[in-house]
């Protein structure tokens, strides 16, 4: 069993649909989780949000509730969202969509991260395998074909731009480092 497996088992209802999609991204471990468990800051790395405002606990801890402005021309322009789980160790995160002007009712997200341990043993750059699974109530008048695709479409593109976003700061980080070397060798 893969290592992320266990937290991506989500039992679905019948007036549900689920997914799990899965990133490779160029950059270590944890600079991607520094950026991804910023719960009170999720337009680091989601592009569809122009807005983040804690309504309730610190964005660090379960229970912590953030109201998040989304982009004008997706449908809704606000949600509601609770941390459910922030797991620094392991690095795992969950949360869910508790209110909001949409249409993803009972959205529920789990986030993982592990080390691609192939890269590594071959002596090459590390990377990181970024895994989100969710599952979402069906809306009526909806497919679930329909609603899949709407979330996978949204998933499919914060995870993107999560790599987009994290590969540059790795980048950086090593053109900083080789110009420092330079500089002092």
């Given amino acids: 069993m893969d290592k992320q497996d266990s937290h991506h088992n989500q039992a679905l209802l019948p007036n ?7 990133q490779t991204i160029d950059a270590p471990l944890p600079l991607v989780w520094s950026i ?3 719960f009170d800051n999720p337009q680091a790395h989601k592009q569809f949000i122009k807005s983040c405002t804690m309504r309730a606990g610190d964005g660090g801890t379960a229970g912590s509730i953030r109201e998040v402005t989304v982009s004008s021309g997706l449908p809704g322009s606000s949600s509601m969202e609770r941390l459910d789980k922030l797991d620094d160790d392991k690095h795992v995160m969950n949360f869910s969509i508790v209110g909001g002007d949409h249409k993803l009712a009972n959205y529920s997200s789990i986030t993982t991260l592990h080390k691609e341990d192939e890269e590594e043993e071959k002596g090459g750059s590390e990377k990181t395998v970024v895994t989100q699974s ?4 069906v809306p009526a008048g909806s497919s679930k074909e329909d609603t899949c695709l ?13 790599a987009k976003v994290t590969e540059k700061m790795a980048e950086n980080s090593v053109h900083q480092e080789v110009l420092v070397r330079q500089m002092y060798c």
């Fill in 134 to 137: 969710y599952v979402v109530d």
């Fill in 36 to 38: 991804i468990r910023q």
């Fill in 16 to 22: 549900q649909c689920g997914s799990s999609h899965s």
């Fill in 150 to 162: 709407f979330a996978d479409t949204i998933v499919g593109c914060n995870l993107r731009s999560l």
